[in-house]
């Protein structure tokens, strides 16, 4: 015969509750100790349902997300005198312009941090609740290209859509013909004002322009990116020139 405990765990699992059914007899244990009231046992019950609810969410959205490896931004070299200081990074960590579909800009030459700013303010709003992805220009290109070939990849394009936040990293680093440029702008044009771009670019506008080859398409894909927009220009020497390694010893 099955024991109380036995089916309450098992009533748990059935109803998918996956917290209470981890920590209900620990959860018992400890009100037993301290003598909790019945509210107060229900409220550490139900609070520990909602907060694995909230890790297994998280643990999804940040697999989904496809983050850099490095992307903390508590990592990060404040005394590098790069364009952009201490309280204004603190300032975008905050989120807040999420909330105004507001778009970030970085731009600067290779080195200069950009990957890591946009990845880790893509980690930040995560860790807030938001629908945040990053996605390199070269994956979101053949991201297009596959859309209408294969169901992953239209599964993966109607996930994007729904983005409440999408990091495009190295924007125009390479050319693009006029059906990836058609195909870039209407992206970008069907989440213009419903969600936020941070965008990094080592790339003048000018350079868009040759880049895309029509000038008509770059002006437009610019001006839904720049509309709400805060540009944040770095400069100064290449992080990973100045901190990298040898395998020769040092003398």
Request: hydrophobic share 40%; glycine share 4%.
């Amino acid at each position: 015969m099955e024991s109380k405990s036995q089916i309450i765990t098992e009533y748990a699992s059935r109803l998918n509750l996956g917290g209470i059914k981890e920590h209900w007899d620990e959860l018992v244990r400890l009100a037993a100790e301290d003598k909790a009231s019945y509210v107060d046992f229900c409220f550490k019950l139900l609070k520990s349902e909602i907060d694995h609810r909230d890790k297994r969410d998280l643990e999804r959205r940040l697999k989904a997300a496809k983050l850099p490896l490095i992307h903390e931004l508590d990592q990060y070299d404040l005394s590098s005198a790069n364009g952009l200081n201490e309280q204004q990074l603190n300032q975008l960590r905050e989120c807040l312009w999420l909330e105004q579909n507001f778009n970030l800009v970085l731009m600067g030459p290779s080195g200069t941090g950009k990957t890591f700013i946009a990845a880790g303010l893509c980690f930040d709003a995560l860790n807030k609740g938001y629908k945040a992805y990053f996605r390199t220009m070269e994956q979101l290109i053949d991201l297009l290209k596959m859309k209408d070939i294969t169901r992953s990849a239209q599964a993966e394009y109607k996930r994007l859509l729904k983005a409440q936040l999408l990091v495009i990293d190295d924007i125009m680093m390479f050319a693009l013909n006029k059906q990836q440029a058609v195909g870039l702008f209407n992206f970008v044009n069907h989440l213009h004002e419903k969600a936020s771009f941070i965008v990094t670019t080592n790339k003048s506008p000018e350079q868009w322009v040759k880049l895309l080859d029509d000038e008509v398409i770059a002006t437009a894909l610019l001006d839904r990116i720049l509309y709400h927009c805060e540009v944040v220009k770095l400069s100064g020497k290449s992080y990973r020139m100045k901190n990298r390694k040898t395998i020769f010893e040092e003398k």
